[in-house]
C-alpha cells in the first residue's frame, strides 16, 4: 500500500510539475506574443510617418518647382536687359517670398521685400530684420505691384539706378558675371543684412539648377 501512495504521489507532483511547465511556456508565449505585436505596431508608425514626411517633402518641392517655373522665364526675359543673372533673381525671389508662399507675394505680388513710402502704392506689414547681429520683428511699409513681372522689373531697375544716395551702388552686383560672385556681391553691396544670404542663395541655384536660366 505504501509503494502504491508513493507511486500515486509522485504522479500527482509530476502532472503538477508537467501542468506548471506548460503554463510557464504559456506566459512566455503570451508575453513574447505582445512584445512582437507591440513591435510591429511601433514599426509600422515608423514607417508610416517616415511616409507621410516623404509625401510633404515632395509637397513642398513640387510647390517649389511650380514656382519657379512660373517666375524663371519671366526673370530671364527681364534680366537680360539689366546684367543681372536670372537665376540670382529667381533664388531672390524664393528665399524672401518663400516660393510664393508670403502674404507679400501673394496679396500684393512683391516678391522682394521691396518697400514703400506712398500710403496709396503700399501697405504696412510685419517682417523681421537682422539689426545689430539679432533678428528683429518690425513693422515695415512695402510695394504694392499688379504683377510678379512689375515686382522683378523694379527690382531690376534698382540695382541699375542704385539709391536715392548712391546710384552705383550696385556697382559690384553689375560687374559679377557668375551667380557665385554676383550672390556675395549682393551682400558687399548692402543689399541684404542677413550675413548668410549669398551661401543661401548659392544653395537654392546649386539645388534647383537654377544657372539653367542663365543661358
Known amino acids: 500500500m505504501a509503494k502504491r501512495r508513493k507511486h500515486k ?10 501542468a506548471f511547465i506548460i503554463l510557464f511556456l504559456l506566459i512566455i508565449a503570451f508575453v513574447a506574443l505582445r512584445y512582437y505585436r ?8 515608423i514607417r508610416q510617418e517616415q511616409l507621410e514626411r516623404e509625401q510633404a517633402r515632395e509637397k513642398i518641392i513640387k510647390q517649389h518647382k511650380t514656382f519657379i517655373k512660373k517666375i524663371g522665364p519671366i526673370a530671364k526675359e ?13 533664388a531672390q525671389a ?6 510664393g508662399q508670403s502674404s507679400l507675394s501673394q496679396k500684393y505680388n512683391n516678391l522682394f521685400g521691396v518697400k514703400g513710402t506712398n500710403p496709396n502704392t503700399s501697405a504696412v506689414l510685419t517682417t523681421k530684420e537682422y539689426v545689430k547681429n539679432k533678428w528683429l520683428v518690425v513693422k515695415a511699409r512695402f510695394q504694392i505691384y499688379d ?8 527690382h531690376a531697375e534698382l540695382f541699375q539706378k542704385g539709391t536715392s544716395w548712391n546710384n552705383k551702388q550696385y556697382r559690384h552686383v553689375l560687374a559679377a558675371k557668375d551667380y557665385q560672385k554676383q550672390a556675395h ?10 550675413p548668410d544670404y549669398a551661401d543661401k542663395l548659392i544653395n537654392l541655384i546649386k539645388q534647383y539648377n537654377l544657372d539653367r536660366f542663365d543661358n
Open 9 to 18: 504521489t509522485q504522479s500527482s507532483w509530476q502532472i503538477i510539475l508537467r
Open 38 to 45: 507591440r513591435q510591429a505596431i511601433q514599426s509600422e508608425q
Open 185 to 194: 556681391a549682393l551682400v558687399q553691396d548692402g543689399y541684404a543684412t542677413d
Open 147 to 154: 504683377s510678379y513681372e512689375a515686382s522683378i522689373r523694379a
Open 94 to 99: 524664393c528665399l524672401e517670398s518663400d516660393y
Open 78 to 90: 527681364v534680366d537680360k536687359s539689366y546684367d543681372l543673372l536670372p537665376s540670382i533673381t529667381i
